[in-house]
Structure formats: C-alpha cells, structure tokens
C-alpha cells in the first residue's frame, strides 16, 4: 500500500507537506499541491480512512434507518428515490451510508446504540410513524439528524407538500366538472395519509361539496390490494363517485384494475388521481394522472440539513416543505353533462 511517506520520497517534499497537500491545508501553495496531488494519483495512493477519521474528528459515515410499517420498505419507488437521492448528494460531500438492519431489533439493540457503536457523522431517518419510540429517541439525543416524512418534530424534517397535494387533486377533479368526488386514503396512523385526508376535506369544504356518506374508503397500507378492496366499496355504493382521488399510485392502479373489472370504463366513466408520480403511472393503462413527489429535491434538501448541522455541530430544529405538482396524463376527463 503506498503512503505518504512514499509520496514525500517520490516527490521530495516532507512528509508534513504531502499530509497538508492532501488535507488541503492552505499553508501550502497550489504549484506543490497540484504536484503531490499528481503524483499521488500516478502512484494510487489511497488515504486511510481511520487516519483521515483521527485527523478530522469525522467518520464520513451517515446512518440511514428506514422505519414504516407496511412491510413495503425500500420497493414503494417513493422511499427508493428519496434515498437514492439522498445517497448521490451525501457521496458528493465524500460520506459513505450505513443502512441499519431490522435485525437490530432481534438483538436488542436500539438503532441509535448501534449508530453510536458505528461513530456516525449524522443519521438520516425516513419515517412513517411517528410514535415509533427508536425514532425518537434518536431525535432526543445529540446526534445530528434529518427526518423524511413527518412533521412537528424537534429536530430538521424535510416532507412533500401533503396538505397542498390533497388539496390539488380535489380542484382539479372540480375543475372538470366532477363534484361526487371520494377519496380513497392511506391508513390515518401514518403521517402522509391523515395530512392527504385533511387536504381533500379542507378542499371539499371550500367547494362547499359534500362528504357523503361511505365516500371516505380508509385504503390502508398504500398497496395495490388495499386499493383494490377499497373501490369494491365505492363502487358497491348506492350512489358511487363519479371521480376519486386516491392518495397513492399503487392504490390508484389497484383502483383502477376494480373499476376495469366492473365495466366501469376509464376516464369516461369514472375518473381515478393518483399521487406519487411512480414509474409505473406513465404504463398503465389509461396512463395515471397523479400529483407529483420531488423525491430528489427532498433527497436535496436532507442532505443539504444534516450537512449544516455536522458542520456547526449543532442540531437544527426546522421544516422544510417540498411542493408538488399536478401531472395531467389520461385517467381523469370532464364530466359529462
């Protein structure tokens, strides 16, 4: 393995100088710097990570723990391109993740013993639930540290714009005529769907249209299936819906396959949003129109959070809402008359 005593040699600088030269210390001009950093490229030399740990009080590592409770984990493309995201930006900063397994649970350890056990930087924590007790005992501790999907915590949170979403679907869906809307929701214990719940009945309320009865469908854990089972109900009501906001893109194509099932055709009549933007929305058919996450501007924002705080090694109590948008693809049309 070559070192830097090996580089000094080579370039005959000291030893001192090649460590500063590497460290990008500023006592060092750039002409020497540009030749130790040429000739270290030459050589492959690699620092030590250790070293480096001891030299800037820092071990480039983030915890990254993922807590919901739907089982789905890191296949829903929400929380995959929330944490690739995140993953992109922290590299660029030179931080490698670690991942806590579920496992830890088996063993009786607390994801923030074992981070602490691990000498992370920072964590990062995407979170359905927020009573889960392992979350906040990482948020009262103190760890630099950045939340994905839940709001009023003490610490920096970082979520889309669920309210405004909510309220979205339900204007445009009005806009288009429609005004027996229902909404086909997430479980109300998980952060995203009791917010998505309160857009679509705040936006209900202002139309002055009403919530009737059996038109607010709990669709549980954001599944296909659970979508599924959710428009059987609907559509088994004396007077169904003649369009539905449902608050996830898996359950809107579970909605949809019922819908298709029953001989209802789609948009014409019965006109489905969704909300996510997966991949997938733009296959289905019809295609999905659905209100958008910007899962790498949320990666963005995290990282840019738990980045500020390392730096002035303090923790930063903050929200940061991410808006959404409306993405207009074939699933909705106006109302006829």
Not at 122 to 140: A, F, H, L, T, W
Not at 289 to 303: E, F, L, M, N
């Amino acid at each position: 393995m070559i070192t830097i005593y090996d580089l000094a040699k080579k370039t005959g600088f000291s030893s001192t100088t090649v460590s500063k030269a590497l460290n990008n210390y500023p006592d060092v001009s750039k002409k020497t710097k540009q030749a130790i950093i040429d000739t270290a490229a030459e050589m492959g030399y690699l620092p030590n990570a250790h070293a480096q740990s001891l030299s800037t009080k820092k071990s480039w590592t983030i915890g990254v723990m993922f807590s919901e409770s739907n089982g789905v984990g890191m296949k829903h493309p929400f929380f995959s391109g929330v944490i690739e995201s995140f993953r992109k930006h922290a590299e660029k900063e030179g931080y490698d993740l670690i991942l806590a397994s579920r496992n830890l649970r088996n063993r009786g350890t607390s994801y923030l013993e074992h981070f602490l056990y691990r000498g992370v930087d920072g964590i990062m924590v995407i979170c359905s639930d927020p009573k889960d007790p392992q979350v906040q005992e990482m948020i009262n501790s103190s760890i630099p540290i950045v939340v994905i999907d839940m709001s009023n915590q003490e610490c920096s949170v970082v979520f889309s714009d669920n309210l405004s979403g909510g309220e979205l679907a339900i204007n445009y869906l009005y806009s288009l005529g429609h005004t027996k809307i229902a909404h086909i929701a997430g479980d109300h214990t998980i952060y995203a769907g009791k917010i998505r719940i309160k857009g679509y009945m705040d936006a209900m309320k202002k139309r002055e249209l009403p919530v009737r009865d059996g038109y607010l469908v709990n669709g549980g854990l954001f599944s296909i299936q659970d979508g599924a089972l959710a428009m059987e109900k609907l559509l088994d009501l004396p007077d169904p819906p003649t369009a539905v906001f449902v608050a996830g893109d898996h359950m809107a194509i579970g909605a949809m396959e019922t819908a298709k099932e029953r001989g209802y055709r789609i948009p014409e009549d019965l006109s489905i949003i969704g909300y996510d933007d997966i991949e997938m929305a733009s296959y289905v058919t019809p295609k999905l129109t659905t209100i958008k996450q910007d899962t790498d501007q949320i990666g963005v924002r995290a990282t840019q959070l738990l980045m500020k705080q390392i730096i002035q090694k303090k923790k930063i109590v903050t929200e940061e809402i991410i808006p959404v948008t409306l993405m207009e693809r074939e699933s909705c049309t106006r109302l006829k008359k």
